[in-house]
Every structure is written in structure tokens, then in C-alpha cells.
């Protein structure tokens, strides 16, 4: 009898998880951008086993779905990255008091641990080869000087390309935001799958100019010295952040690591800290004071809009491409003689630029709240309706674009 009380009284015991020398990461980020914070983790930890998972945003969720039981840590760029784990509650509060008060939290649970800035890279060979300025802002690029000298890495699978537009919206406001994006649209050479892609094109000079990180520029400036970078003037700077997961097969390592992240200690004269730009450097360092804009991104507005705009980039830009550099390769001929056009013709030529630049979804469906935190999946049946509505609008708007462009150029043909 006593052997079968307490074979009884250890299965009914609770087993209590035991906490484990293994971390893993999941992130938005390459593992390489990782790494030196890896590699002196390391060092203090050396019996730790530290496991990198790489997913871009919408396999990073779905993984998260199926694994979260399994993540330690949650290291992105992005604000809906987290959010499924802040809906459930999975994540483990840090606590105000936990944060330097120059550290940005998105929530008590997620903290930003640096900063990343942006900005224009280049190769001058291949603008000295083309006749090319060198280009200072995103106002630069959508000038005639610029058509298919230019491209892009995808929001949709690019965090920080995603926070750049969310930039441009959140400056020139919806309709005009859009407005410049489809100009620069006209400029595309392509759009690329990632930030390393476009890299890639600028330092082989298969590109002349595109948008990306100073990571990146710093990566490509120190291999080549024909590839140069600026940042965008008063651009917002990028927080990166970091979670705890609740986990009951928590790690010893996850609080150290992250602490890691947060108390770094930093030297406020250094503009770059472990490739990023340190929280204190913010505040202290004047050339940071001096080129960035200290007013940050509306995250909320973000969150709310994650879906809907990485959708429409896709669908009216990155799908567009062939028409919208035919449509504004017509429209910047037609503008160089602009003022030898009939009354009829300008009339046309306002109505062709205004099919060209303007977003199949308007300020006024803003407001319509299907449009909030739209799904970010593809293969969302009411997602799939929206993206075939919106390919099909702006094709249709560029094809009259074309069409009315071509009016006018016959036009005055006939008239000479």
C-alpha cells in the first residue's frame, strides 16, 4: 500500500519546468546584425546555447502561432510584430522602472534598446556614368533626372522599408503621400525582395540609388569606396525592440540578455553604439540632435494601418511597375512643354498626372474600420478581395493615364 500512496502521490505532483541554459531569439533581423551582442553575451555566458530563428513578418507570425511556447526572446523593427502576444498576454512586463527614461517603450513589455536611421546609398560611378546629381532627399528621386535609375526593397517583407513609407505618409499626410510614392513608383527600376538586395544592385552598380538603413550604408561604405551614403534630413529615427516571452520552459539567460541590451554602456561622444544608435546618444550627441527630427512615428497609427498599406504598396506599386514608368515617363515629356499645350490639353494632362498618383483607397475609406488592422496574410479571403480591387483600380487609372498622355502628344504632333 505504501508503495502505490506514493507512486499515486508523484503523479498527481505537478512537474515544474525546469529553467534551461538554452535562449532563442526570434527576430526580424539578419542574425549577422545580431551577432556582436550574441558573441558578448557569450563571453559572459559561455555555457549558454543560444538559438537565432530569422522570419520576416508574416512567417514570423504564423510561426509565432504554432511556437510561442518555445521563444525566449522577440527582437523587430516592427510594432505588429508584437501585437499578437500583447492581445494573449504572453508577454512578460518589464515595469517601468525597469527602463531608462531615454528608452522608448511601445508597451511595459517591449523596449526599445536602439535606434537605427535612414537615408539615401548610392554608387557615384554609376551617376558620374550617367550624368546624375547626387541626390539629397526622396523629393530629388522623383525627378525626370532619375527614371529607372532607382528601386526600392519591399515593405511587405522589409520592416524598416515599411516605417521609411509609414515616414512619407505620416509627413506629406494620406493622399499626398501616396502622390509622391506613385512618382517615385514612375522611377522604379524594380522593387527588391529585401534591404541585402538592394544593397547588393547599388554596390554592383546594376542601381544607381535607393533607400535604406545606415547599417546597411555602413556594411557597403566600408567595402566600397564608391558607394556613399546621407541620411534623410529630419527623418524620425527607427526604434528596434525587444520582449520577454512567457515561456514555462523559461531560459536562465533570457532577463541577462536583455538586460545586456538595455544597460549597455555607451560613450555619448560615439554616434554609433554596437551599430545602432544608443537611447542617451539621442539627447547628448549634436549631430544626432542636429539630423534627426525628434518627433517619432505615430506607432498607433502604425499598428492600425500595418495591413492596408503593405498591401497597397504592393498592389499599385510593385505590380505596377511596366505602367507606372510608362505613365510618368510620358507624363515628365508632355511637362517639359507644358506651357505650348491647348486649354483642352492641359485639362488632360491634370486629369492624366491625378489618375496616376492617386491611391485606389481615399482619407474619406479611411474611416471605414474594415480598413483597420487588416490582415497582414495573403491568403485572407477578404485581404485576397481588397488587393484584386485595388490591382485592378490602378491599372485601370494608369491605362487612362497612358491613353490621355498619348492624346496629347498625337495632339500636338498634328498641330506642328
Not at 22 to 44: A, C, M, Y
Not at 81 to 88: A, E, G, H
Amino acid at each position: 500500500m505504501l508503495h502505490i500512496f506514493i507512486l499515486l502521490l508523484v503523479v498527481a505532483t505537478p512537474i515544474i519546468a525546469q529553467a534551461t541554459p538554452n535562449l532563442v531569439i526570434l527576430t526580424t533581423f539578419s542574425e549577422e546584425g545580431l551577432s556582436p551582442i550574441i558573441d558578448r553575451f557569450k563571453e559572459k555566458h559561455p555555457q549558454s546555447n543560444i538559438k537565432v530563428i530569422q522570419r520576416r513578418e508574416a512567417s514570423g507570425l504564423r510561426f509565432l502561432d504554432d511556437q510561442k511556447k518555445n521563444i525566449d526572446i522577440i527582437i523587430s523593427s516592427s510594432p505588429t510584430f508584437f501585437q499578437p502576444l500583447i492581445n494573449s498576454q504572453q508577454l512578460l512586463p518589464f515595469g517601468k522602472a525597469k527602463a531608462r527614461k531615454e528608452q522608448q517603450q511601445l508597451s511595459e513589455d517591449i523596449i526599445a534598446f536602439g535606434h537605427t536611421g535612414f537615408g539615401l546609398l548610392w554608387n557615384q560611378r554609376y551617376l558620374t556614368n550617367n550624368n546624375l546629381p547626387t541626390p539629397q532627399t526622396w523629393l530629388d528621386l522623383a525627378k525626370p533626372d532619375f527614371f529607372r535609375h532607382i528601386s526600392i526593397s519591399s515593405p511587405y517583407r522589409s520592416n524598416t522599408t515599411h516605417l521609411m513609407i509609414e515616414s512619407i505618409l505620416q509627413e506629406y499626410g494620406w493622399e499626398e503621400g501616396w502622390r509622391l510614392l506613385y512618382q517615385l513608383g514612375g522611377n522604379f527600376a524594380s522593387v527588391e525582395t529585401n534591404a541585402f538586395a538592394l544593397s547588393e544592385a547599388i554596390s554592383r552598380g546594376l542601381i544607381g540609388v535607393g533607400p535604406v538603413t545606415d547599417s546597411y550604408a555602413r556594411h557597403y561604405k566600408a567595402q566600397f569606396p564608391y558607394v556613399d551614403f546621407l541620411y534623410q534630413p529630419q527623418s524620425p529615427l527607427l526604434p528596434h525592440y525587444v520582449a520577454i516571452v512567457k515561456n514555462k520552459y523559461r531560459s536562465d539567460f533570457a532577463k541577462e540578455f536583455v538586460n545586456l541590451l538595455l544597460f549597455q554602456r555607451c560613450d555619448e561622444n560615439t554616434a554609433i553604439y554596437e551599430h545602432l544608435i544608443h537611447p542617451k546618444q539621442i539627447a547628448h550627441n549634436d549631430f544626432i540632435a542636429q539630423t534627426f527630427n525628434k518627433k517619432t512615428l505615430d506607432y498607433q497609427v502604425i499598428q492600425q494601418r500595418s495591413g492596408l498599406v503593405k498591401h497597397l504598396f504592393e498592389q499599385t506599386i510593385s505590380n505596377q511597375l511596366p505602367k507606372l514608368n510608362q505613365a510618368w515617363q510620358l507624363l515628365h515629356s508632355i511637362e517639359k512643354t507644358a506651357d505650348t499645350l491647348t486649354e483642352e490639353q492641359q485639362k488632360d494632362f491634370i486629369l492624366a498626372k491625378q489618375l496616376a498618383s492617386t491611391s485606389p483607397v481615399s482619407i474619406d475609406d479611411m474611416q471605414d474600420k474594415v480598413y483597420h488592422e487588416l490582415s497582414l496574410f495573403r491568403d485572407n479571403p477578404q485581404v485576397h478581395n481588397y488587393r484584386q480591387q485595388w490591382r485592378v483600380k490602378m491599372a485601370m487609372q494608369l491605362e487612362q493615364a497612358i491613353a490621355l498622355s498619348y492624346t496629347i502628344i498625337n495632339g500636338k504632333t498634328a498641330l506642328q
